[in-house]
């Protein structure tokens, strides 16, 4: 059962304000992956150890130079069959929320998991996220 929109609202804002865009349903997600030759994919969370410092570390990411050329989300718990359908395309990651995915022409090349998002500040996930963007984004 998805959580009540009426929570989710901030939490779908502090992504949104950064330019990122809400992929409800697999349709949408699909359309995004198809259109963009790179995409981050970010799985938004209620939790608010690691997903109050995911969504910061995203809009510090998405200021350098080189990054995605689209960024996207689902929100876990509120987008319930876009959610399935990105945790399908990453079938080869045990599902995490929340997390960040980097698409090349359609398929995952970078993952970061909550386990590595939950024990950092926003500062070092967008380091690693920039490195991310270097490596799969030019």
Not at 80 to 106: C, N, Q, V, W
Request: charged content about 20%; some cysteine; overall charge negative.
């Amino acid at each position: 059962m998805p959580y009540s929109e009426m929570l989710l609202i901030p939490m779908r804002q502090d992504l949104t304000r950064f330019g990122v865009v809400e992929t409800r349903t697999p349709e949408s997600l699909d359309q995004e992956l198809a259109a963009n030759k790179t995409v981050l994919l970010v799985v938004n969370s209620v939790c608010g150890c690691a997903a109050g410092k995911a969504r910061p570390a995203v809009g510090m990411a998405l200021q350098n130079s080189i990054r995605p050329d689209k960024t996207v989300t689902v929100f876990a718990g509120g987008d319930e069959a876009a959610t399935a359908h990105a945790r399908a395309l990453l079938k080869d990651y045990p599902p995490s929320s929340p997390s960040m995915a980097i698409f090349r022409e359609g398929k995952p090349v970078f993952m970061l998991h909550r386990h590595q998002i939950e024990t950092r500040q926003a500062d070092e996930i967008a380091d690693i996220l920039e490195a991310a963007f270097e490596q799969h984004c030019q």
